[in-house]
């Protein structure tokens, strides 16, 4: 079964320096999807980043981008210049490409330092 | 653009009583849809997930249950709450057709069982 890690319950950065969560995941699959989402205190899920398997590049939104490493099944997710908005809940989720279940891993605190 | 809305957004029940939370997406259709759940503290657990109207299908056993009478709305119901049902629902859509791999989430709904 898939299942995805993420193992530091919470980070903290100081507010405009660069922060990095790690996530690794367990599959068998060749073509799969893996998302970042950030849950604000408000609690909405907010798609941060998306990444497909068959891709060597890795993704990039603005200040937010991933190092993939697909054999090492390791997708973490860089955040740069960090900003007070960003403190939230990042959760890294990943979707098998013949699947509609995502599997979510349990989260990161992220606190940003003024 | 697609929209997603979700309705109460908060809500207090004393057990035993009936439940009935809509989801509503606009700007597409023949979406996916989806229920989780979010318990304080944790990740997202998928509970119904639907790929069209009248077919639903379950991932947890429970004393809920989820329809979808039209193409865009989504209901979760109980006939009979309970207090481990408390927590944080959050209905989702992704592109039905091709499929779609990045799920979309609506504001949410905290409910309380008393």
């Known amino acids: 079964a898939q299942t995805v890690t993420q193992s530091q319950p919470e980070m903290s950065v100081q507010e405009a320096e660069t922060v990095t969560l790690s996530c690794t995941y367990d599959t068998s699959e060749s073509d799969y999807y893996l998302f970042w989402y950030k849950q604000p205190p408000s609690r909405q899920m907010i798609l941060v980043i998306r990444q497909e398997a068959y891709k060597q590049q890795n993704a990039t939104e603005n200040r937010f981008s991933v190092n993939f490493q697909k054999a090492a099944k390791s997708f973490s997710l860089k955040i740069s210049d960090s900003q007070l908005g960003d403190a939230a809940m990042y959760f890294c989720?990943?979707?098998?490409?013949?699947?509609?279940?995502?599997?979510w891993g349990a989260g990161t605190k992220l606190i940003i330092k003024p | 653009s697609q929209t997603i809305h979700q309705w109460p957004a908060t809500l207090v029940q004393p057990v035993g009583s009936p439940l009935s939370l809509e989801c509503t997406v606009e700007?597409?259709?023949?979406?996916?849809l989806y229920w989780y759940r979010q318990a304080a503290g944790r990740g997202l657990q998928l509970l119904f997930y639907?790929?069209?109207?009248?077919?639903i299908s379950s991932e947890v056993p429970q004393n809920l249950s989820a329809s979808r009478p039209q193409d865009r709305q989504f209901i979760l119901s109980s006939k009979k709450l309970l207090l481990s049902d408390s927590g944080f629902y959050l209905c989702?859509?992704?592109?039905?057709?091709?499929?779609?791999?990045?799920?979309?989430f609506g504001p949410g709904t905290r409910l309380t069982v008393l």
């Open positions: 989702a859509w992704s592109p039905g057709h091709p499929a779609g791999d990045t799920q979309y």
């Open positions: 989720a990943y979707r098998k490409d013949s699947n509609y279940q995502l599997i």
């Open positions: 639907s790929v069209g109207i009248g077919q």
């Open positions: 700007g597409t259709s023949n979406p996916n």
